[in-house]
């Protein structure tokens, strides 16, 4: 059975920092690409970030140069580190690969 479990969500203020992590069980995790996704309220779910198996990465427009997504294939962990958050990143952020969604894990951004 597959498990994505994310944690490190949080409350942080305007300018400040996060870093999410997203363990997966029941896959040989090494060999997909991994996926941030956040829904923000009335709002449709998109993608934040992407890393293929080789590390490659892709970024949404609305993030590049504020957020970082790696991995650790060696402990089935992706990261998605968060630099100069903003309100409107206030979102639940789900790791996905392949067919498979994690729980979510809320960031909220506020003074």
């Known amino acids: 059975q597959v498990q994505l479990v994310e944690s490190g969500g949080g409350l942080v203020q305007p300018g400040g920092s996060l870093r999410l992590s997203c363990t997966a069980s029941?896959?040989?995790?090494?060999?997909?690409?991994m996926n941030w996704y956040r829904q923000a309220p009335g709002k449709q779910r998109e993608l934040v970030a992407a890393?293929?198996?080789?590390?490659?990465?892709n970024y949404a427009d609305s993030v590049k140069g504020r957020f970082t997504i790696s991995r650790d294939n060696a402990k089935n962990l992706v990261f998605l580190q968060m630099n100069s958050l903003k309100p409107e990143d206030t979102a639940v952020y789900y790791c996905?690969?392949?067919?498979?969604w994690g729980q979510g894990t809320q960031v909220t951004v506020s003074s």
């Open positions: 029941g896959i040989i995790f090494s060999g997909w690409t």
């Open positions: 890393i293929t198996p080789g590390g490659s990465t």
């Open positions: 996905y690969t392949v067919r498979w």
